[in-house]
Each structure stands twice: as structure tokens, then as C-alpha cells.
């Protein structure tokens, strides 16, 4: 959902980064909320008008456009009633009855409190400019376009979940940060694995330790991380120091956000308060590990000796020397709060390699943030590395430097996420057509 347009007209807004208190505007406290929800990442449109909607989003049954939700009364919700609004957001049902897709996070949602619903009903009434834009129908093939069996999917798998309160002598901060990570943040929409029947496998840590234990399969072309505890494709060895970086600057001693995630920090977490965001991460850090027994990563420095001396002899490693040693160094360690580390990243050691084939592929862009002006870029090796030199680079960073993952990256899984068109377009000159099968 990349929109060069976007990034142009969000640079130009101005946007309330308001501390996290009850008092102040109504409408500008929505405002804020509305930043913490990340709202305008999908409720934009192509040409950039926030809150138009119009923006597409692959999913496993098809392509779904998001809706407009500016106040216009004719394509937006400026006819909705709050109670209207809430039953939308919270339980997912459209004024007129249908069921929303649950692209739309509403089991999250259904948490927000009475007194910040409010607020994002007062802001998107009175804050937000209305936009005469008519709403996309989504590309889904019959009959699983057909709404009202969404009705039985929400009443089995999006329980009625009652808004956010907490535990009994819950610390005050911690409770702060399950509040938006479960809630407004929708943090499990990405980052819990989902069943077959596309519900999440569990809404909140009560619910099982699948909450925010990763992705189980790739949106847009990305895999989302592993968000507990886990010593090796988890925050096991992360600080609560390195999570508050990581969310406010996208970046830190460890690696640096790609993906749908540079969006998140871009448009959302950046402009949360010092002290939401770090009960954010003091809520992440509290999180057990889905695999308790995952052994500790531990550097091994035999590949960094090898390149030191010369000899690229190994499968991929001179790929490696040539594209991107320069960036992370012979012995993975990169250059700290731009160019991220190989060697010992979660998302290099994570199971799945499609985000690591994938930036090799296309690249990608971490945009300078407040506190963090600097833009850090990936380039897109895809253009000139066919599919089994992508796949031999890949291999050769998951299992170097102790990284212990396999070399199964074969130019077949290459290939197809090649011809995904979710992806970002590749730069460069060449056509990769030819390279494919060099």
C-alpha cells in the first residue's frame, strides 16, 4: 500500500502528537487516537487524500478496497450515528447491516474504551475534511463475495469482546500498553498467526501464547516478527530500552523496520507520547516466549574469518561480498541505527525466509523520523541477481555467524515471490526476465 502521493501529502499535514491525559479538545484527543490506531495507513486514497479510502489490500480470498470514512454524507460516514460509528469499529456491522471484512480489525477495536471511541467519533465528525469519493467494490470471486455469511464468521470467530479493563492490581503502565497493543495498536492483526478460518488464533496473551507470536503466513509479500520473548526469532534479547527505539525511530542496535511496518513508525508510532510508547514496550517485554526451549543465539565467527582471508569459496558468499558486505560488514554486524545487522537479527533467524528473499528482491525504505532525520535505504538487488543467486545470498546470511538457519531458499520460492505483484516494484535498468533462469 506504498503511495509516493501518500508520503508527499502526510509530510505536508500537521497532526496533534498529544500526551496521553483526559483533558483537552475532544477532537484533538481523537486526533491522537486516531494516530495510534494508524487509521490513514489504510483508509487513504490513491491520490493521497487521507481518510478517502481506496486503497487495496491483498488478502487470501481476494483483493478488498478500504472505505471512505471521511464525514461526507453521500460515500463517507458523515450520516453515521456514534452508535453507528461504534458498532462499525468495535463489532464490525455497516450502518446499512452488512458485516465488514475482517481486514478491518474490529475484534481489536471491540477493547477501545466508551470515553476514546467517543473521542475518534468526535474527530472524524469534526476534525477530519470531508471527501466526495465513491467506495471501491472489492475483487472477490462469488460466493465468497456474498456478506451474509460474514455474520456467522463474526458470531463464531470475532467473539462480542467487552472494552478494555484491568487487571486487579495491574501496574498502571502495563496496563496502559496491553490497552493499545491489544486495542487501538491491533498489534495481533499482523503479528499473530491466523487459522484457516482466517480468525486469530488467540486476541490477547490470556488467550495462549500464539498471541503476537508471528505471522503464519506473508501479507503483501512480508512476514510479520515474532513479538515474544523467544531468544532467537523473538525480543528474548531485547532491552526495554531497544523496544522504545525500535517503535519511536524504527530503528535500533539490532536491525531496522521494513516492510508494512516502516509505515506503522511513519504514520503512527512516532507521534505517540514518551510515555505511550513506553508502556508499549514495557507491555511487549512482559510477553513469555511461544518456545521457551529456543536455544540463545551465540556468535560463531568462522564465515567472518573466511571473507577476512579471501575466500568466498562458500555457496552465496560471493553474492554476499559483492552486493552487500559494504552495508553489514563481512561479520554480519552492520553499521548500528542504519544499517541493520545480519548476524543475529530475529527476522534472518525466523522460520520463514520470504522477508529476507523479498528485501533482497525489491529493496525498501525506512523514511527519517523525528529524532531519527536520517533515511535509510535498502536497494533492490532483483534487477541484476537472478533467482538462484538470490536464493544462494539468502541461504548463505541464514546460516552464517551463528544465524543456524537452513539452505532450503530454493530459485523456485525465488521465483514465485518474483511474480507477486504485491511486492514493490524492482529498480535498476535490466530486465530481470532475463536473469531468471541465468
Not at 184 to 200: D, F, K, N, V, Y
Request: hydrophobic share 35%.
Amino acid at each position: 500500500m506504498k503511495n509516493g502521493l501518500l508520503a508527499l501529502i502526510l509530510g505536508t499535514m500537521t497532526f496533534a502528537a498529544l500526551a496521553d491525559d483526559n483533558g483537552g479538545d475532544q477532537v484533538k484527543r481523537g486526533e491522537y487516537l486516531a494516530r495510534a490506531g494508524d487509521c490513514i495507513a489504510c483508509h487513504t486514497s490513491k491520490d493521497g487524500k487521507p481518510f478517502a479510502g481506496g486503497l487495496p489490500m491483498a488478502t487470501p480470498i481476494g483483493t478488498i478496497y478500504s472505505t471512505n470514512i471521511t464525514p461526507d454524507k453521500t460515500t463517507g460516514i458523515g450520516d453515521y450515528s456514534y452508535d453507528d460509528f461504534q458498532k462499525a469499529v468495535r463489532h464490525g456491522v455497516a450502518k446499512n447491516g452488512d458485516t465488514l471484512y475482517p481486514a478491518m480489525p474490529y475484534p481489536s477495536y471491540a477493547v477501545v474504551s466508551d470515553e476514546d471511541m467517543q473521542a475518534l467519533y468526535a474527530y472524524f465528525m469534526h476534525g477530519v475534511a470531508p471527501v466526495e469519493q465513491a467506495n471501491h467494490k472489492s475483487d472477490i470471486p462469488w460466493p465468497l463475495s456474498m456478506r451474509w455469511p460474514l455474520a456467522i464468521w463474526r458470531s463464531v470467530f470475532a467473539p462480542d469482546v467487552k472494552a478494555f479493563q484491568p487487571a486487579a492490581q495491574e501496574d498502571p503502565e502495563l496496563a496502559r500498553g496491553r490497552y493499545l497493543v491489544e486495542g487501538l495498536g491491533h498489534c495481533g492483526a499482523c503479528h499473530t498467526p491466523r487459522s484457516i478460518t482466517m480468525q486469530e488464533k488467540a486476541l490477547n496473551n490470556g488467550e495462549g501464547n500464539d498471541y503476537l507470536a508471528g505471522s503464519s503466513a506473508p501479507i503483501d509479500g512480508w512476514t510479520a516478527s515474532n513479538l515474544r520473548g523467544d531468544n532467537r526469532d523473538g525480543l528474548g534479547r531485547w532491552s526495554e530500552e531497544d523496544l522504545r527505539q525500535f517503535l519511536r525511530y524504527g530503528r535500533n542496535d539490532h536491525t531496522a523496520a521494513f516492510g508494512g511496518m516502516t509505515e506503522v513508525v511513519e504514520h503512527s508510532l512516532q507521534h505517540l507520547s514518551d510515555k505511550d510508547v513506553a508502556a508499549i514496550a514495557r507491555y511487549l517485554k512482559s510477553l513469555g516466549a511461544k518456545d521457551p526451549n529456543q536455544a540463545a543465539f551465540s556468535v560463531d565467527d568462522a564465515t567472518a574469518k573466511a571473507l577476512w582471508k579471501g575466500d568466498d569459496s562458500a555457496t552465496g558468499a560471493s553474492v554476499y561480498v559483492d552486493s552487500c558486505a559494504a552495508c553489514h560488514k563481512t561479520d554480519g554486524s552492520g553499521y548500528q541505527r542504519f544499517f541493520p545487522a545480519l548476524r543475529g537479527n530475529p527476522v534472518v533467524m525466523a522460520e520463514d525466509p520470504t522477508s529476507l528473499i523479498h528485501i533482497v528482491l525489491a529493496g525498501g525504505t525506512l523514511p527519517g523520523v523525528k529524532g531519527a532525520p536520517s533515511t535509510i535505504t535498502m536497494p533492490a538487488f532483483g534487477w541484476r541477481l537472478n533467482d538462484q543467486q538470490v536464493a544462494d545470498v539468502v541461504n548463505f546470511i541464514r546460516t552464517s555467524w551463528g544465524n543456524g538457519g537452513k539452505s532450503d531458499v530454493t530459485a523456485r520460492d525465488v521465483a514465485k515471490l518474483r511474480k507477486d505483484k504485491t511486492i514493490q516494484p524492482y529498480q535498476g535498468s535490466a530486465d530481470i526476465h532475463q536473469l531468471e533462469n541465468q
